[in-house]
């Protein structure tokens, strides 16, 4: 064996890259095969249970009689406000880091303190909106402040995934756009911006399936466990058919209804629990499409 061979062995042998390899197909399995077993055992207990009527039923004392009506519309109605309020900020506060703002301490503390509130827990943000909005504002526990506390948990990960995605953006794209007479403005609107779509809207989506499962924020500013009423509805039929009643609406939403129903003693309770997660998993599975479809979409029309 010559010099080069044996040169070429021990360079494979101190090498690790088959070892994260190995390590990381190990975790993806384990992870996969544990949310598919969490999958099959809601499916086995709660499948059975999802019909129409648990659909547009109200939560009821007697398990065989009650639904998630106003579990699942709070729900809805609680993402619509954390999107509106995080997406934009978010996207403009990554794009300003990321182009804009001068390279300067001020810069780099800024960029530590939004890694490092990605991983605050969800409680702490909870506590921030029940002393603020809650008992300061006296804003009360509404479905506009339970958007509130969910966009702000969110908003770390909606900048980091921004800035990420403009940072993917090759350097030759910036350059052909200034070279034909582009000013910052255009070649940020026009050029970085929709080339960066596919994974900005990857964070968001990543961030929304996040929020929509948490429990404690909005248990820590008053979610009421048990409701009987839907807020009113956003559409109206006089002008100017917008209705922002809902807003100041208590709410509930399904993580809380499935807790209320879990700490009952009833088997029949945590039946309905199970076919409410399934219902929530199937949700944030529905969310993650709609953002493989556009992202997929966006990327096909970049390429044309």
């Given at each position: ?10 360079a ?11 390590g990381?197909?190990?975790v ?15 499916g ?10 648990f ?5 009821s ?5 009650a ?8 729900t ?11 997406v ?9 880091l990321?182009e804009y ?34 008992y300061?504002?006296?804003?009360g ?20 995934s ?5 940072r993917?953006?090759?350097q ?22 929709p080339a ?6 990857t964070g968001?989506i990543v ?12 248990i820590?500013?008053g979610?009421l ?18 209705n922002f ?7 509930t ?10 700490s009952?003693?009833?088997?029949d309770?945590?039946?309905n629990?199970?076919?409410t ?7 944030t ?20």
């Amino acid at each position: 064996m010559n010099r080069n061979a044996i040169v070429s062995l021990r360079a494979n042998h101190d090498d690790p890259t088959g070892f994260f390899a190995a390590g990381g197909l190990i975790v993806l399995f384990l992870s996969m095969g544990l949310l598919l077993a969490l999958l099959f055992d809601l499916g086995f207990s709660g499948a059975s249970r999802i019909d129409f009527e648990f659909l547009t039923s109200f939560p009821s004392r007697r398990a065989e009689d009650a639904g998630i009506l106003s579990a699942w519309v709070g729900t809805t109605l609680v993402m619509i406000v954390t999107a509106i309020l995080s997406v934009p900020l978010g996207v403009m506060a990554g794009i300003y880091l990321e182009e804009y703002a001068p390279k300067n301490w001020v810069t780099t503390l800024i960029d530590i303190n939004i890694s490092n509130l990605a991983g605050v827990p969800s409680i702490i943000y909870g506590l921030l909106a029940l002393g603020l909005f809650v008992y300061m504002f006296d804003m009360g526990s509404t479905v506009l402040v339970a958007g509130m506390v969910l966009a702000l948990l969110i908003l770390p990960v909606v900048i980091v995934s921004t800035r990420e995605a403009v940072r993917s953006i090759p350097q030759i794209t910036k350059e052909g756009a200034y070279g034909i007479g582009a000013d910052k403005w255009q070649t940020v609107a026009h050029y970085i911006l929709p080339a960066a779509r596919p994974g900005i809207l990857t964070g968001a989506i990543v961030g929304l399936s996040r929020a929509v499962g948490e429990t404690a924020p909005v248990i820590t500013i008053g979610a009421l466990t048990y409701i009987a009423f839907l807020p009113n509805s956003p559409l109206q039929s006089e002008f100017p058919f917008l209705n922002f009643d809902w807003l100041n609406s208590a709410f509930t939403v399904m993580p809380i209804q499935m807790f209320n129903w879990l700490s009952r003693p009833q088997t029949d309770f945590h039946i309905n629990a199970a076919a409410t997660g399934l219902v929530l998993i199937i949700m944030t599975l529905l969310m993650n499409l709609i953002a493989i479809v556009i992202r997929y979409r966006l990327r096909r029309q970049n390429v044309a």
